[in-house]
């Protein structure tokens, strides 16, 4: 069965940091173009990076650049995004998925959420003082 887990959320003051997990079962994750999106209540989900399979190259927000990493280990079949310095507008549900129509990430991925799937559960994370 294909399944993504995300995992790493919770309750942060800003200006700190969490590192979220997403595991995948089912499916080599380096196989694919991994991107991390995020849903705040009463928006539109939103791309936030993406990591391209093979070349391991990345697209991120601009909202974000600077501030927040994605990264792959082929051996744990996981991919992560490392957020530092984070503000109360990066609160949402955090879901990561796999793009079925590419392997690298185009810097536009964010509005091309149809062509990723195997949408995990999401993990929440929450920014407030």
């Known amino acids: 069965q294909l399944q993504?887990?995300?995992?790493?959320?919770?309750?942060v003051?800003?200006?700190?940091?969490?590192?979220l997990s997403c595991a995948?079962?089912?499916?080599?994750?380096?196989?694919?173009?991994?991107?991390?999106?995020?849903?705040?209540?009463?928006?539109?989900?939103?791309?936030?990076?993406?990591?391209?399979?093979?070349d391991g190259s990345t697209y991120s927000r601009d909202s974000v650049k600077g501030r927040f990493?994605?990264?792959?280990d082929n051996a744990k079949n996981t991919v992560y995004l490392q957020m530092?310095?984070?503000k109360?507008?990066?609160?949402?549900?955090?879901?990561?998925?796999?793009?079925?129509?590419r392997r690298r990430c185009v810097s536009t991925f964010g509005g091309l959420q149809y062509e990723f799937d195997y949408w995990g559960q999401g993990t929440q994370v929450t920014v407030s003082s």
């Open 4 to 11: 993504f887990v995300e995992s790493g959320g919770g309750l």
């Open 13 to 19: 003051q800003p200006g700190g940091s969490l590192r």
């Open 88 to 101: 109360p507008e990066d609160a949402g549900r955090y879901y990561c998925a796999a793009n079925l129509m």
């Open 84 to 86: 530092f310095d984070l």
């Open 69 to 72: 990493t994605i990264s792959r």
């Open 24 to 54: 995948a079962s089912g499916l080599t994750l380096d196989d694919y173009a991994i991107g991390w999106f995020r849903q705040a209540p009463g928006k539109e989900r939103e791309g936030v990076s993406c990591i391209s399979a093979s």
